[in-house]
């Protein structure tokens, strides 16, 4: 399935958030990410990121699509971080 991720955590978690959604996912900027994940892949992405979190303080959003092409991306202005340059 293809995942776009969004987190907002307490600024002594964020290194943290980071590097463990670089592990699954595509660094779009700032703390979104974006990129194909199996089930299995996705529910250890959430224990993970529980671990990290203060879930009364930090929240993590998922919005899940069964295929990147059923989901439509629109960049306005710059893309920070352009997928196209992968070799």
Do not use: H, P
């Not at 943290?16 to 250890?44: D, H, P």
């Amino acid at each position: 399935m293809y995942i776009i991720a969004v987190y907002d955590v307490g600024e002594k978690r964020v290194v943290k958030m980071l590097k463990l959604c670089r592990q699954y996912l595509n660094w779009i900027q700032n703390s979104v990410f974006e990129g194909a994940l199996t089930e299995v892949q996705l529910k250890e992405l959430i224990y993970r990121s529980k671990e990290i979190m203060i879930e009364e303080e930090d929240s993590f959003i998922i919005f899940s699509s069964r295929e990147q092409k059923w989901m439509e991306k629109q960049v306005i202005g710059k893309e920070k971080n352009d997928l196209d340059n992968f070799l």
